[in-house]
């Protein structure tokens, strides 16, 4: 089901990756097919958090319904959003997949803990090859794909232990998710359009930043910066596991994360222009350079 599930958003990162240039639009749509795909198959969506009011709001089937394609559509994007350097994508969805893993078999939950696991270890054998020094890539395909699996894994565990709270594993997805929302808001402050690209993610700046700090080249800054981002996009992905079962300490640490990482990102990219980074005006957003 799974699998039968993702083959819309496969086949358009595929095309992309082949050079069947697809929109970001189309992508998009193709991610939302596969959510209704998964809806449809499965019988299941996000109809509780564990949170009050937005559980008002699921009850409503449609509207319960809407917001799971969403979610499912987004956290694919932001998947293919973060796979900028060597390993973090990789990296970040493994550790994703053994957190679930833990949270199913702690709700004795067998068959979810095993295709968990089973996608966990898929994903650590691809990350022997692309990293450090990137011999395989995940691209469109990989990304949005894994991106998809992750969501709906996270779907069905919650579905099927009502005792585990969505918005706990919501918190297991805070990097990707928070690096679109800071893109999506960095646009619109410059009037672009939401999916128009720029080189200013989190991970684009720290690997200048460790350019700069250690004069290193692209091709071993490019993997240093997974390394150096690993215990921040580990952070969330802990919290989630621990308030398993508590959704308002959940809320509550997606807005600590949110009041952190944008901050954060601000004094970083602040300290990287101090540190010698010199460009026009014009030039000042897209100051660095694509890693693909």
């Known amino acids: 089901m799974l699998l039968i599930s993702a083959l819309p958003i496969f086949l358009a990162g595929l095309l992309e990756d082949l050079g069947n240039g697809q929109s970001p639009r189309r992508r998009l749509l193709a991610a939302a097919i596969s959510a209704v795909l998964a809806i449809g198959l499965s019988q299941t969506w996000v109809r509780e958090t564990g949170l009050y009011g937005l559980d008002h709001l699921l009850a409503i089937t449609p509207i319960g319904l809407g917001l799971t394609v969403l979610w499912s559509a987004g956290v694919c994007n932001a998947f293919n959003l973060i796979d900028g350097v060597n390993g973090l994508a990789g990296f970040l969805a493994s550790v994703i997949s053994m957190a679930l893993g833990y949270v199913a078999w702690t709700a004795d939950d067998i068959l979810m803990t095993q295709i968990a696991i089973v996608l966990a270890v898929a994903i650590a054998g691809f990350l022997i090859f692309n990293w450090p020094w990137g011999k395989v890539f995940l691209g469109d395909g990989g990304a949005y794909t894994t991106g998809h699996l992750l969501v709906w894994i996270s779907v069905l565990i919650c579905w099927r232990n009502p005792d ?82 508590q959704a308002t300490l959940a809320f509550m640490a997606w807005l600590l994360f949110a009041i952190l990482f944008t901050a954060s990102y601000q004094v970083g990219i602040k300290q990287v222009r101090r540190q010698g980074w010199r460009r026009s005006r014009k030039q000042a957003d897209d100051f660095v350079q694509p890693t693909e």
């Open 164 to 245: 585990t709270s969505y918005a706990a594993l919501s918190l297991l997805f805070f990097w990707p998710v928070a690096d679109t929302f800071l893109a999506m808001w960095r646009r619109s402050r410059r009037s672009r359009k939401m999916m128009h690209p720029d080189y200013l993610h989190v991970h684009q700046f720290v690997m200048r930043a460790i350019q700069l700090r250690w004069k290193l080249p692209l091709a071993q800054a490019n993997p240093a910066t997974t390394l150096v981002l690993a215990p921040f996009f580990m952070t969330p992905v802990l919290s989630a596991v621990c308030l398993v079962s």
